[in-house]
T-cell receptor, first 116, second 115 residues
């Protein structure tokens, strides 16, 4: 079955540091890929997505590129802020269309803490 | 512009009791999902509704769990004879098909604690 593996956390960085959170996946076909973020005390929010190979999703300074050859979707940000402290989840769903309905398979989450 | 709402936000119950968790999706979203998130883990799929029907209930852990969506909007997740292992955050999401992918919008969750 489908699965998502994220780098082990927690990750602790100083403000303005470079961030990478690794994500690899196993899936049949060509899934859509997502990063969700969960800020303290809040619900899951979609951060960015990519629906086909070589697509780059971006939002709020975060980026991730859909790499089919390495089955990866690593999250990056050039300069993190204290306000980026949250739990980040990588996820995939079947490609839309046909019998697909977008059921998400999540990684285990990576806790990011950014210090001033 | 209301998002997905879930009630209650917290529920504490005794082992063996029956509980109902409610989800109110975003207006106009026909697809609705339930997930369960255990401490330190990512959400795990439970059930999916398209309209009133449960199109995929393969994630329900056993027959103590049941969900309904009688009018194609609000959904209720029902758990009978609760066990301590049922303690988790139960998340509801509704989605919109964008033409390329389904974008799911999550509610804040119901934290269930079984004592």
């Amino acid at each position: 079955g489908d699965s998502v593996t994220q780098m082990e956390g927690p990750v602790t960085l100083s403000e303005e540091a470079f961030l990478t959170i690794n994500c690899t996946y196993t899936a049949t076909g060509y899934p859509s890929l997502f990063w969700y973020v969960q800020y303290p005390g809040e619900g899951l929010q979609l951060l960015l997505k990519a629906t086909k190979a070589d697509d780059k999703g971006s939002n709020k300074g975060f980026e991730a590129t859909y790499r089919k050859e390495t089955t990866s979707f690593h999250l990056e940000k050039g300069s993190v802020q204290v306000s980026d402290s949250a739990v980040y989840f990588c996820a995939l769903s079947d490609r839309a269309g046909g019998t697909s309905y977008g059921k998400l398979t999540f990684g285990q989450g990576t806790i990011l803490t950014v210090h001033p | 512009g209301a998002g997905v709402s879930q009630t209650p936000s917290n529920k504490v119950t005794e082992k063996g009791k029956y509980v109902e968790l409610r989800c109110d999706p975003i207006s106009g979203h026909t697809a609705l999902y339930w997930y369960r998130q255990s401490l330190g883990q990512g959400p795990e799929f439970l059930i999916y509704f398209q309209g009133t029907g449960a199109a995929d209930d393969s994630g329900l852990p056993n027959d103590r769990f049941f969900a309904v969506r009688p009018e194609g909007s609000v959904s209720t997740l029902k758990i009978q004879r609760t066990e301590r292992g049922d303690s988790a955050v139960y998340l509801c999401a509704s989605s919109l098909f964008t033409g390329q992918s389904y974008e799911q919008y999550f509610g804040p969750g119901t934290r269930l604690t079984v004592t």
